[in-house]
């Protein structure tokens, strides 16, 4: 039987199904993440090998930060020498190493140098804004201050990570504990707990109270703002009771330990400023000091940091200063029978080529009282009118314009606008206006510009003076000076006069260098054309009249090239039925130099000094100091007026003059004495103090500076009802 032949085969298999494409793509994710974990763990590994513990002897250096003068050579000061005393963990008062632990890293005993949770936590915080632990050990922060810098990068940020970890590994928590309270800065000048027991509680360590001892840990966060000495306590109260609080979660003191001490912060003794700081150079450290925070420096670089710190201050120009400040002050006290002490004259000098301070007067000592009042605020008088000047004249007024010279009385106010001696002169140019003072037509000029307070307030600020006390509602009188300005602020908006309306910054740190000689990074704001080049150009001309043939006539024996002016502030007191003097002025500069001098009396700074006037010792202590400031300098002659004509109406009618007698003008009037605000604007006072004044400046040995230009004529305040009289001014 024949075979039935086989069917021949035929291939069934199909083609091999694709996975879903989901599944793909997690297989590879899977795979990816993978791959990127090894090459994690080989970084890792790689870094661990790498990165290698440095000695902390030599990573970790807090030397005395050293200031000089502007040749680089000449000391002028240090900042704080580190202070330092390292005592065993056994001394380190518990109560310290329990608040901090408790309030900065609760798992410090058992973590491995650095905290996952807790890094996320804090990353988390930055993300939403709220406010939670750091995300840094304490293993970190002793890593952090013992061994690396303070940058903030990832790179440095992993280093520590790494170096925590590894000396976790070779140090006991008791050592990291006691290496990092002995090392922190806690301000004050004060590295380690021994040192900053006794700089804010004047003993030992190991004597300090729960609450002592608290409180000190929380400044470690941040030493200048929690400083009880710095001001408001509010934020310290917060930090000082979180640490209590976290205490008594964490078991190591009681709830009745807590509340005994948890509703005030620790009395202090008062805080004494380093003699250092005594003197008249002690306000310029201070100063530099702070120019050197907002530059970026961290306080404790600027403190510990070994910097070499070159300022703008010449030695010879501030010995000068000093020099003609003591001299006038002794003829004052003469003149007066009032003690030196009762007077704060104050001054600032500025190079105008460059912007330096090359001289500061804040005052006799800084220990004895730290005001510096060259750098506060003060009622400038006549001072304010170039700004007002400038501000019409950026509107498209011409000097050759006229204004009302007449007493009148402003839309809406009670009391009429006077003039020296009840003067009035009729329409007068915006020259002859600023060369006489004459305080109608600066307000009547006022009144006719578009929004003129605000757009004088605008030219000042343009000009480099910033807003202070007074500014807030500018009236139609702010050009007659009752905002208020300090010296500093003065002499670097008069400076963009003597620069054509080019702003140089102030300022008093010209270089820095690290502790291994490496000039650090100045971030300063460049040269603006703040103002139009011819407008500060016939501000600065204007300004050239004022010391040729107005008040400020004393400044012309400078044998120099001059433009200025001259500032009194009087107040009228109406239960006294007087008006008193308060801050007296003269603001002049030479091509080369711009220098502000203002005077104040007592201790506010804000008391009646008498009949006395801008165009006297504020001008007489600024020429004593500028014939040493200007010597050997070529004689720079400004230039003369433009040639800009009006682009506006500037005949618009003024207000009606209110009807006085009217004195014959001769055809060249003598300069008028100064105005200052209306005497319905309450005075204002300088920020009070609770320091001690000074003790009286023993008499200076030196005779006052020769002058030999004609006796200034007085100022006279704003509404007065007859003229001073010359008694008090400067012979």
């Known amino acids: 039987m024949a075979k039935t032949p086989k069917r021949a085969r035929t291939s069934t298999a199909n083609p091999k199904k694709k996975r879903p494409l989901p599944v793909r793509i997690l297989k590879w994710f899977g795979i990816a993440i993978f791959f990127i974990f090894v090459i994690g763990c080989v970084a890792l590994a790689a870094l661990w090998t790498s990165v290698t513990v440095p000695d902390p002897n030599e990573g970790f250096q807090t030397n005395t930060t050293t200031v000089?003068?502007?040749?680089?050579?000449?000391?002028?000061?240090?900042?704080?020498?580190?202070?330092?005393?390292?005592?065993?963990?056994?001394?380190?008062?518990?109560?310290?190493?329990?608040?901090?632990?408790?309030?900065?890293?609760?798992?410090?005993?058992?973590?491995?140098?650095?905290?996952?949770?807790?890094?996320?936590?804090?990353?988390?915080?930055?993300?939403?804004?709220?406010?939670?632990?750091?995300?840094?050990?304490?293993?970190?922060?002793?890593?952090?201050?013992?061994?690396?810098?303070?940058?903030?990068?990832?790179?440095?940020?992993?280093?520590?990570?790494?170096?925590?970890?590894?000396?976790?590994?070779?140090?006991?928590?008791?050592?990291?504990?006691?290496?990092?309270?002995?090392?922190?800065?806690?301000?004050?000048?004060?590295?380690?707990?021994?040192?900053?027991?006794?700089?804010?509680?004047?003993?030992?360590?190991?004597?300090?109270?729960?609450?002592?001892?608290?409180?000190?840990?929380?400044?470690?966060?941040?030493?200048?703002?929690?400083?009880?000495?710095?001001?408001?306590?509010?934020?310290?109260?917060?930090?000082?009771?979180?640490?209590?609080?976290?205490?008594?979660?964490?078991?190591?003191?009681?709830?009745?330990?807590?509340?005994?001490?948890?509703?005030?912060?620790?009395?202090?003794?008062?805080?004494?400023?380093?003699?250092?700081?005594?003197?008249?150079?002690?306000?310029?450290?201070?100063?530099?000091?702070?120019?050197?925070?907002?530059?970026?420096?961290?306080?404790?670089?600027?403190?510990?940091?070994?910097?070499?710190?070159?300022?703008?201050?010449?030695?010879?120009?501030?010995?000068?200063?000093?020099?003609?400040?003591?001299?006038?002050?002794?003829?004052?006290?003469?003149?007066?029978?009032?003690?030196?002490?009762?007077?704060?004259?104050?001054?600032?000098?500025?190079?105008?080529?460059?912007?330096?301070?090359?001289?500061?007067?804040?005052?006799?000592?800084?220990?004895?009282?730290?005001?510096?009042?060259?750098?506060?605020?003060?009622?400038?008088?006549?001072?304010?009118?170039?700004?007002?000047?400038?501000?019409?004249?950026?509107?498209?007024?011409?000097?050759?314009?006229?204004?009302?010279?007449?007493?009148?009385?402003?839309?809406?106010?009670?009391?009429?606008?006077?003039?020296?001696?009840?003067?009035?002169?009729?329409?007068?140019?915006?020259?002859?206006?600023?060369?006489?003072?004459?305080?109608?037509?600066?307000?009547?000029?006022?009144?006719?510009?578009?929004?003129g307070p605000q757009s004088i307030r605008e030219a000042a600020n343009a000009a480099g003076v910033p807003d202070g006390p007074g500014w807030e509602e500018p009236t139609d009188t702010f050009a007659l000076g009752y905002g208020e300005i300090s010296t500093l602020s003065q002499a670097q908006g008069y400076s963009t006069f003597a620069n054509y309306g080019i702003k140089r910054t102030a300022h008093t740190v010209r270089k820095v260098l690290d502790m291994n000689g490496v000039e650090k990074s100045l971030n300063r704001p460049e040269d603006t054309q703040a103002l139009e080049r011819d407008v500060a150009q016939d501000v600065t001309y204007a300004l050239t009249k004022v010391a040729q043939d107005g008040t400020g006539s004393r400044a012309t024996a400078l044998g120099y090239p001059v433009a200025g002016k001259t500032g009194t502030r009087w107040v009228y007191v109406p239960e006294k039925g007087i008006q008193e003097t308060t801050a007296v002025w003269f603001v002049g500069f030479t091509k080369q130099i711009t220098t502000a001098v203002m005077l104040c009396g007592g201790e506010d700074g804000a008391t009646d000094m008498g009949s006395i006037f801008g165009a006297g010792y504020p001008a007489t202590i600024w020429l004593g100091y500028m014939e040493t400031a200007m010597e050997g300098m070529d004689r720079e002659y400004f230039l003369g007026q433009t040639d800009r004509r009006a682009t506006h109406n500037p005949y618009t009618p003024s207000p009606t003059p209110t009807p006085t007698p009217t004195p014959t003008p001769e055809p060249e009037p003598e300069p008028e004495p100064e105005p200052t605000e209306p005497t319905d604007i309450p005075p204002t006072t300088a920020p009070p103090t609770t320091e001690v004044p000074p003790e009286p400046v023993q008499p200076s040995t030196e005779p006052p500076p020769p002058v030999s230009a004609p006796a200034p004529v007085p100022e006279e305040p704003h509404r007065a009802s007859a003229a001073p009289s010359d008694a008090g001014a400067a012979p």
């Open 68 to 451: 000089y003068w502007n040749d680089g050579k000449s000391e002028l000061g240090t900042f704080e020498v580190q202070n330092r005393t390292t005592i065993p963990y056994a001394e380190i008062p518990q109560y310290a190493k329990d608040a901090l632990v408790a309030s900065e890293n609760r798992s410090f005993w058992t973590d491995p140098g650095f905290d996952i949770p807790s890094m996320f936590r804090a990353g988390l915080g930055i993300l939403t804004g709220d406010q939670v632990t750091g995300g840094s050990t304490i293993t970190q922060q002793y890593v952090k201050v013992f061994y690396l810098t303070q940058d903030r990068t990832i790179t440095r940020k992993v280093e520590e990570i790494i170096l925590a970890a590894k000396i976790g590994q070779s140090e006991t928590k008791e050592e990291i504990l006691a290496n990092y309270l002995n090392t922190v800065y806690f301000g004050r000048g004060a590295y380690g707990i021994e040192a900053a027991a006794d700089a804010y509680f004047q003993k030992h360590a190991s004597e300090l109270t729960l609450a002592e001892a608290t409180e000190l840990v929380t400044i470690i966060n941040n030493p200048s703002a929690l400083d009880p000495a710095n001001g408001s306590t509010s934020m310290q109260l917060e930090r000082y009771q979180y640490a209590l609080k976290s205490m008594e979660e964490m078991g190591y003191i009681t709830q009745a330990q807590r509340l005994e001490v948890y509703w005030a912060l620790p009395e202090m003794p008062e805080y004494k400023v380093h003699n250092r700081f005594g003197g008249t150079n002690g306000y310029l450290l201070k100063y530099v000091e702070e120019e050197l925070k907002s530059l970026g420096f961290t306080e404790g670089e600027i403190n510990g940091g070994g910097l070499d710190v070159i300022t703008t201050f010449s030695k010879k120009d501030q010995a000068a200063l000093v020099k003609s400040v003591n001299a006038t002050k002794k003829q004052m006290a003469a003149d007066s029978g009032k003690k030196q002490s009762f007077y704060h004259p104050a001054a600032t000098s500025i190079d105008n080529t460059n912007g330096e301070v090359i001289a500061m007067y804040g005052g006799t000592d800084y220990v004895k009282q730290p005001i510096n009042w060259a750098t506060t605020p003060r009622p400038v008088g006549s001072t304010m009118k170039p700004y007002a000047l400038a501000a019409a004249l950026k509107q498209g007024w011409a000097l050759n314009d006229t204004v009302n010279g007449n007493s009148f009385t402003p839309p809406g106010a009670k009391q009429p606008i006077r003039n020296a001696g009840g003067g009035n002169y009729g329409q007068v140019t915006l020259l002859r206006a600023t060369t006489g003072s004459i305080n109608s037509a600066y307000v009547d000029l006022t009144l006719k510009m578009d929004d």
